[in-house]
């Protein structure tokens, strides 16, 4: 009988503990992520939506603009996971690869720019921490971990670039490549 009863009980604690984490995203998270919406399309509205297509467009011309400079600035600006909604802007062909790169983008830079990516900040310091204890400058280290992720994070996109045009081959589809308003 007590097995049954530890078994409930443990069956029970699980969504006790679930209540709990919701409740922290509830007060904590999901909050900021309205927030940062709301800033967004506030800023979206301001400049207008034929402006932000324009910018789209531009960056849509080319890779390094595509996967490097629009995506970086996107985590610095917006931070995770607001980064990724710049990929609505893109057209259809462009979004997994932008998002690929987008990602990766909101862990690399998090050495120098810890509010790209705050959840995840203990990565970081749990390395920063070792060369601490060494008695080293850990901003060495956050500048090549920036710089590394720069050219990982822009080959990342790219080669999703590539993956989807053979994913596009192999299912016969073809996405588009231009943005519709």
């Given at each position: 009988?007590?097995?049954?009863?530890?078994?409930?009980?443990?069956?029970?604690?699980?969504?006790?503990?679930?209540?709990?984490?919701?409740?922290?995203?509830?007060?904590?998270?999901?909050?900021?992520?309205?927030?940062?919406l709301l800033l967004?399309?506030?800023?979206?509205?301001?400049?207008?939506?034929?402006?932000?297509?324009?910018?789209?467009?531009?960056?849509?011309?080319?890779?390094?603009?595509?996967?490097?400079?629009?995506?970086?600035?996107?985590?610095?600006?917006?931070?995770?996971?607001?980064?990724?909604?710049?990929?609505?802007?893109?057209?259809?062909?462009?979004?997994?690869?932008?998002?690929?790169?987008?990602?990766?983008?909101?862990?690399?830079?998090?050495?120098?720019?810890?509010?790209?990516?705050?959840?995840?900040?203990?990565?970081?310091?749990?390395?920063?921490n070792g060369i601490s204890a060494?008695?080293?400058?850990?901003?060495?280290?956050?500048?090549?971990?920036?710089?590394?992720?720069?050219?990982?994070?822009?080959?990342?996109?790219?080669?999703?670039?590539?993956?989807?045009?053979?994913?596009?081959?192999?299912?016969?589809?073809?996405?588009?490549?231009?943005?519709?308003?």
């Amino acid at each position: 009988m007590n097995i049954l009863v530890k078994l409930a009980s443990g069956f029970m604690n699980l969504f006790t503990l679930g209540g709990e984490q919701f409740v922290s995203w509830v007060t904590g998270i999901i909050p900021t992520v309205l927030m940062l919406l709301l800033l967004m399309n506030a800023i979206i509205a301001l400049a207008g939506n034929e402006s932000v297509n324009k910018l789209a467009k531009v960056c849509t011309k080319n890779p390094v603009l595509r996967y490097l400079v629009l995506p970086f600035v996107s985590a610095f600006m917006l931070g995770n996971p607001m980064a990724l909604s710049m990929g609505k802007f893109m057209p259809e062909f462009y979004k997994p690869a932008y998002y690929a790169s987008a990602t990766y983008h909101c862990h690399t830079n998090n050495g120098i720019f810890p509010h790209i990516n705050a959840s995840e900040l203990f990565v970081w310091l749990g390395i920063a921490n070792g060369i601490s204890a060494l008695n080293l400058d850990t901003t060495p280290l956050a500048v090549r971990y920036l710089l590394v992720g720069l050219v990982a994070n822009f080959i990342s996109g790219w080669v999703t670039e590539f993956t989807t045009r053979y994913v596009e081959k192999q299912q016969g589809v073809k996405l588009s490549r231009t943005l519709k308003a």
